[in-house]
């Protein structure tokens, strides 16, 4: 079982940067591939970016490719999203997702662990 509270969104101007943190706690974190997803109202929830198990390999979404950067510090059971250059297209819940693989992957449903989300809102 893993426990996953994110942080750090807020209401922002465009062409503003913002920095999300997901803490875990549970089990090993270092075990599982995380990811962070968003949801804007009426529509499905979107891979924005996925970190293996050590960090050593990332996936963005196309959408943020270039201004968003995923990290994660085993040793303090987070994981980061720096968002840059924000656009009012970027206004969603963001949710921290942990899956049961080592591996990345952008399928919604290989995660077995959610956050309760962070609001993220950029206006224009």
């Known amino acids: 079982q893993v426990q996953l509270v994110e942080s750090g969104g807020g209401l922002v101007q465009a062409g503003d940067s913002l920095r999300l943190s997901c803490s875990a706690s549970?089990?090993?974190?270092?075990?599982?591939?995380m990811a962070w997803f968003r949801q804007a109202p009426g529509k499905e929830r979107e891979f924005v970016a996925g970190?293996?198990?050590?960090?050593?390999?990332?996936a963005y979404g196309d959408s943020v490719k270039g201004r968003f950067i995923i990290s994660r510090d085993n040793a303090r059971n987070t994981v980061y999203l720096q968002m840059n250059s924000l656009t009012s297209e970027d206004t969603a819940v963001y949710y921290c997702?942990?899956?049961?693989?080592?591996?990345?992957?952008?399928?919604?449903?290989?995660?077995?662990?959610w956050g309760q989300g962070t609001q993220v809102t950029v206006s224009s």
């Open positions: 549970g089990r090993r974190f270092s075990d599982y591939a």
């Open positions: 970190i293996n198990w050590g960090g050593g390999s990332v």
């Open positions: 997702a942990a899956s049961g693989l080592i591996r990345i992957t952008r399928n919604v449903n290989e995660y077995s662990y």
